[in-house]
């Protein structure tokens, strides 16, 4: 059994930051791929940011240059730094992460998401 858990989202005005947490513990031997999507109301969830577990990262054309997505290993965490926020960025922010568990099945889990609404 596997669990991400997101912290961080709130309400922030156009142009604030925020910096969102997402933990996994459970039965991990280890992760590969650590994305960020995002689902807005009425709309289809969208990729936001993954990074590899060597640290290289890529990002959707909206976010770029405003959001950093990293991770620490050791901690099994994955983050995403969000500056410049806009309007348009509210959302309910998921994250999604590749894991090979203990007894060797690879699969994606997902965490519950968090909301996060700008307000302009």
């Known amino acids: 059994q596997v669990q991400l858990v997101e912290s961080g989202g709130g309400l922030v005005q156009a142009g604030g930051s925020l910096r969102l947490s997402c933990a996994a513990s459970g039965n991990i031997f280890s992760i590969g791929f650590m994305s960020w999507y995002r689902q807005a109301p009425g709309k289809q969830r969208d990729l936001v940011a993954t990074?590899?577990?060597?640290?290289?990262?890529n990002y959707a054309d909206s976010v770029k240059g405003r959001f950093t997505i990293s991770r620490d290993n050791a901690k099994n965490t994955v983050y995403l730094q969000m500056n410049s926020l806009k309007p348009e960025d509210t959302a309910v922010y998921y994250c999604?992460?590749?894991?090979?568990?203990?007894?060797?099945?690879?699969?994606?889990?997902w965490g519950k998401g968090t909301l996060v609404t700008v307000s302009s």
């Open positions: 999604k992460a590749y894991v090979r568990t203990s007894d060797a099945y690879d699969m994606d889990y």
């Open positions: 990074i590899t577990s060597t640290g290289s990262t």
